[in-house]
């Protein structure tokens, strides 16, 4: 079984996710959650990029106003299994 992680997307390193970087990221192996936060208007629309795109597990993801909150959200979403 591969390890389980999640993802936190944010404006604040100042990048941005193609669009086939953002199709790639919601099928990679082990992908749990992913949390972004809405820091630009981009950010809206790279969730529903990524949100409508078809996947082959299901995927937990959620837009936040902050990275506090995301963090958090994320930590209580992220199952563990050994």
Known sequence: MPPRFAVLVTGS?????????????GNVAGLQ????VRQFP???LVFDIIRRLPRDHVLKLELFPSRDSACKWLREH???TH
């Open 42 to 44: 981009r950010s809206d």
């Open 13 to 25: 390193l100042d990048f941005s996710l193609g669009f086939e970087a953002q199709a790639d990221l």
């Open 33 to 36: 959650a992913i949390a972004i």
């Open 78 to 80: 992220l199952v563990v």
